[in-house]
């Protein structure tokens, strides 16, 4: 039997082999398999929609249904205060990047219970479902952000006291730090829940206790002093504050806080990728 040459061996385009350790995360492989990403968000976007009577309208329905029942339940019939902007706008702002982000937790949360099929059949990096899944969410706070934007003109024109600034430009970092904050936090639970199938049951409760931490229903300055550090603490404020003073004019913001979100987003993101690419060799074994 004769042996192939070392002319004749057949070269490989790509080697997979086991990860030796915690800091082996073999990040570069996402970029091998963007094409992957694509598909993965096509289908996440298309079934959304399947056996739908609306569709996209959804989209417009909910975030409007919601800030409506905001509106008259805590602008009208608890009376909160909205620093003196419109409930509708004020409401509207803080949940146009809350619904984003809480989306992209829930749906991360659940990456490998949810894909465990698929995780056994094939190799590729399990990084691209939570990824994908956080990119298509774009979409619909495209659409979101679209929504608010027809309503803030519609106040500005009737003479509302809104003063848009220079920190929209900013708005692109706000949506990269909620989705990174919503990825690292997401990732860390789907890690978890692989082993502890109970923390699943408790995403949601913990997503809607996290918005009440969170000045969506209330202005920061109507916070005592003495447990506004509480609510600072939360890395998501900032960025809400940052997006509302940018749009409306008023707020709480103070650029300084916005530091702290990308320094605990980092955190979050560093935290999870390595949990995950930890768990993601043994999960098949716990799922």
């Known amino acids: 039997m ?65 800030t409506v029942t905001f509106t008259i339940v805590f602008g009208g019939i608890a009376k909160l205060s909205t620093d003196g902007l419109p409930k509708f706008l004020f409401y509207q702002s803080g949940l146009t990047l809350w619904q984003y982000f809480s989306g992209c937790l829930s749906s991360t949360s659940g990456t490998f219970t949810a894909n465990a099929g698929i995780f056994g059949k094939v ?16 979409g619909q706070l495209a659409i979101r952000y679209a929504l608010f934007l027809g309503f803030l003109a519609y106040f500005m024109l009737s003479g509302s006291n809104v003063h848009p600034n220079l920190w929209i430009l900013a708005t692109p970092l706000l949506i990269l ?37 969170t000045p969506i229903i209330y202005p920061l300055s109507q916070i005592p002093d003495r447990w506004k550090w509480l609510v600072l603490a939360n890395p998501i404020t900032p960025v809400i504050e940052a997006f509302r003073y940018a749009y409306l004019g008023a707020g709480s913001f103070q650029p300084v806080y916005l530091l702290y979100s990308i320094a605990a987003t980092a955190l979050l993101l560093f935290a999870g990728v390595l949990l995950f690419s930890h768990v993601e060799k043994t999960f098949m074994d716990t799922v």
């Open 2 to 66: 004769n042996m192939p040459s070392d002319s004749q061996k057949p070269e490989w385009d790509l080697v997979l082999r086991p990860k030796s350790g915690w800091f082996d995360l073999h990040l570069a492989d996402l970029w091998r398999y963007r094409d992957l990403i694509q598909l993965f968000v096509w289908r996440d976007f298309a079934s959304q929609f399947k056996q739908t009577i609306l569709g996209p309208l959804w989209f417009i329905i909910n975030p409007l249904i919601t």
């Open 123 to 138: 190799y590729f990096p399990r990084l691209v479902s939570p990824i994908s899944t956080v990119i298509s969410g774009l």
């Open 177 to 213: 730090l909620m989705a990174g904050m919503g990825l690292g936090a997401g990732i860390i639970i789907s890690a978890l829940t692989t082993k502890y199938r109970d923390l699943a049951q408790v995403v949601g409760f913990g997503t809607s206790l996290l918005m009440y931490a």
